[in-house]
């Protein structure tokens, strides 16, 4: 069974930098959703594990970085120069075909973390 548990979210205000966390065991492609009040759930990032490919929502590009510290089974979401529009419930994510991650941004994970809460103050 594939646990992902994510931590390191908070309040920050705008320009400020949080990184969040996800403990889980290597899967294919992972990658991190945000899902903002009143808003649909959203890719934010996702990385091919294999290789290290990554992508980035346009809205986060510049700003976010998603690593793997493949030591400690922990996928990484640094994000820098937080701004109002950031401010969502963030979601680690995670599926084991490589077609999810390979040419672009994940979509359809087969697993869930059950998120943390990011909160932007302007």
């Known amino acids: 069974q594939v646990q992902l548990v994510e931590s390191g979210g908070g309040s920050v205000q705008a320009g400020g930098s949080l990184r969040l966390s996800c403990a889980a065991s290597?899967?294919?492609?992972m990658g991190w959703f945000r899902q903002a009040p009143g808003k649909e759930r959203e890719g934010v990032a996702s990385?091919?594990?294999?290789?290290?490919?990554?992508y980035y929502a346009d809205s986060v590009k510049g700003r976010f970085t998603i690593s793997q510290d493949n030591a400690k089974n922990t996928l990484y979401l640094q994000m820098n120069s937080l701004n109002p529009e950031d401010t969502a419930d963030y979601y680690c994510?995670?599926?084991?075909?490589?077609?999810?991650?390979?040419?672009?941004?994940?979509?359809?994970?087969?697993?869930w973390g059950q998120g943390t809460q990011v909160t932007v103050s302007s």
């Open positions: 994510a995670a599926h084991n075909d490589f077609g999810e991650c390979a040419y672009g941004l994940m979509r359809f994970p087969s697993y």
């Open positions: 290597r899967l294919t492609c």
């Open positions: 990385l091919y594990t294999a290789i290290g490919r990554t």
